[in-house]
C-alpha cells in the first residue's frame, strides 16, 4: 500500500518560495527510505511540509490515512520543567537503567538522543521519520538503533531516515539534491 505520492510537486514557503520542484515519488508500507542530499538542500523541509509543520507547503501529494511519528533534528535545548531521561525512555533500551533518574539539563548530548529516539521508536505507528537520529551516538547505540529499524520493517512498518550516514541494513535512497 502506498501511503504517501508526490507527483511533480514543489515544496514552498508560506510566502510561495520554491525550495524544491519536480519533485516526484512514491513510500509504500514496510520500506526503509534513507534521504540524503548536501546540507541546507531541503531534506527536513520536505517532510515537515509532508506533515503540514512550519508552514511549508507541497503541492500534487497524496497521503493515505495512517499513525506516524515525526522525530525531528533536535538541537540540545534545555527544558525549563524538570524532566529525567526515563520520562521518555520507554521503549528500545538506549538509555541504561542507572541513567533514566538523570535529568535532561544534566545529561550529554547523546544521553539525551537516546532518550528521544528510544521515546520515538516506542510508538506503534504506520511511518516513522527520523531527522539525524545517530547525531550524537556511540557506535553501540547507532548499532542498536539500526536493529529496531530492522525490526520495523520487518513489521511491515516504514522508517524515513534524514541523515548524512547510511544505515546499516538494506534500503533506497532518496537523493533531494535531484530537485534543487
Same mark, same amino acid.
Given at each position: 500500500m502506498v501511503l504517501i505520492k508526490a507527483s511533480n510537486s514543489e515544496l514552498s514557503t508560506s510566502t510561495g518560495k520554491i525550495l524544491l520542484k519536480d519533485i516526484s515519488f512514491e513510500i509504500s508500507h514496510g520500506e526503509l527510505i534513507h534521504v540524503v542530499g548536501p546540507n541546507g538542500i531541503g531534506k527536513s523541509s520536505l517532510f515537515k511540509a509532508i506533515f503540514n509543520l512550519d508552514g511549508l507547503k507541497i503541492s500534487n501529494l497524496e497521503r493515505a490515512k495512517f499513525e506516524h511519528f515525526f522525530l %525531528?533534528?533536535?538541537?540540545? /535545548?534545555?527544558?525549563?520543567?524538570?524532566?529525567?531521561? *526515563?520520562? #521518555?525512555?520507554?521503549? $528500545? *533500551?538506549?538509555? %541504561?537503567?542507572?541513567? /533514566?533518574?538523570?535529568?535532561?539539563?544534566?545529561?550529554?548530548? *547523546?544521553?539525551? +538522543?537516546?532518550?528521544? &529516539? @528510544?521515546?520515538? #521508536?516506542?510508538?506503534?505507528? @504506520?511511518?516513522? $521519520?527520523? @531527522?539525524? %537520529?545517530?547525531?550524537?551516538? @556511540? +557506535?553501540?547505540? &547507532?548499532?542498536?538503533?539500526?536493529?529496531? &529499524?530492522?525490526?520495523?520493517?520487518?513489521a511491515n512498518k516504514t522508517v524515513i531516515l534524514i541523515s548524512h550516514n547510511p544505515p546499516e541494513i538494506e534500503h533506497r535512497i532518496m537523493d533531494v539534491a535531484k530537485w534543487s
Open positions: %525531528p533534528q533536535m538541537e540540545n /535545548k534545555e527544558f525549563l520543567l524538570p524532566l529525567r531521561l *526515563g520520562e #521518555l525512555s520507554t521503549g $528500545v *533500551g538506549l538509555v %541504561p537503567t542507572k541513567k /533514566k533518574q538523570l535529568e535532561w539539563n544534566k545529561a550529554s548530548g *547523546g544521553e539525551r +538522543k537516546k532518550a528521544l &529516539i @528510544d521515546r520515538a #521508536l516506542s510508538h506503534d505507528c @504506520d511511518l516513522y $521519520v527520523l @531527522d539525524e %537520529p545517530f547525531n550524537h551516538l @556511540d +557506535k553501540n547505540s &547507532i548499532e542498536k538503533v539500526n536493529l529496531k &529499524i530492522e525490526e520495523l520493517i520487518q
